[in-house]
T-cell receptor, first 115, second 108 residues
Framework: DTGVSQDPRHKITKRGQNVTFRCDPISEHNRLYWYRQTLGQGPEFLTYFQNEAQLEKSRLLSDRFSAERPKGSFSTLEIQRTEQGDSAMYLC?????????????FGEGSRLTVL | GIQVEQSPPDLILQEGANSTLRCNFSDSVNNLQWFHQNPWGQLINLFYIPSGTKQNGRLSATTVATERYSLLYISSSQTTDSGVYFCAVVEYGNKLVFGAGTILRVKS
């Protein structure tokens, strides 16, 4: 059983460029989540998918951010026109059931540095 | 929304010592998880513990949901226990809300 996989692990980009992160959840998990973590803080919720449907989005997810899960398997998180404030660790997680009855499992994260 | 407070914010231990980390939350919760974030940034699941007590090796956790707190015990600490420990709760729906974490440093 492979865990949650994220790619790339590290990304350095210049301000104004677009970046895309990919997440492959645990295979039987139909729920997928994106979180963002800045230095010294706990992870903050960005968005949640159940199968291919994006069911919840945080106010942190500005118009420059878009997430997709087209076939209910892997997901992508795209950031357009990156800003220095976007520098953070982007964490993907998946779960088999709703969080009020089950555990959330995280990937290793994708660390973004915007110069 | 729900508030999650963790204490202490920082903790330095000598190898072999025991410690207790605390997590307080401001409202009723449906789920509580403890995580260890390793130096490479990955969040490792320690316990899924909405109530009661669980043990896993040198670690154990207790959640008293009616009093809105959870405790994580680390016994006979090792240098590999160093890192950040997070408590996270589900208030409703599908959003896990994290505390700010406890930074643990275990010295040899």
């Amino acid at each position: 059983d492979t865990g949650v996989s994220q790619d790339p692990r590290h990304k350095i980009t210049k301000r104004g460029q677009n970046v895309t992160f990919r997440c492959d959840p645990i295979s039987e998990h139909n729920r997928l989540y994106w979180y963002r973590q800045t230095l010294g803080q706990g992870p903050e919720f960005l968005t949640y998918f159940q199968n291919e449907a994006q069911l919840e989005k945080s106010r942190l997810l500005s118009d420059r951010f878009s997430a997709e899960r087209p076939k209910g398997s892997f997901s992508t998180l795209e950031i357009q026109r990156t800003e220095q404030g976007d520098s953070a660790m982007y964490l993907c997680a998946s779960s088999l059931s709703a969080l009020n009855t089950g555990e959330l499992f995280f990937g290793e994260g994708s660390r973004l540095t915007v110069l | 929304g729900i508030q999650v407070e963790q204490s202490p914010p920082d903790l330095i231990l000598q190898e072999g010592a025991n410690s207790t980390l605390r997590c307080n939350f401001s409202d009723s919760v449906n789920n509580l998880q403890w995580f260890h974030q390793n130096p490479w940034g990955q969040l490792i699941n320690l316990f899924y513990i909405p109530s009661g007590t669980k043990q896993n090796g040198r670690l154990s956790a207790t959640t008293v949901a009616t009093e809105r707190y959870s405790l994580l015990y680390i016994s006979s600490s090792q240098t590999t226990d160093s890192g950040v420990y997070f408590c996270a709760v589900v208030e409703y729906g599908n959003k896990l809300v994290f505390g700010a974490g406890t930074i643990l440093r275990v010295k040899s």
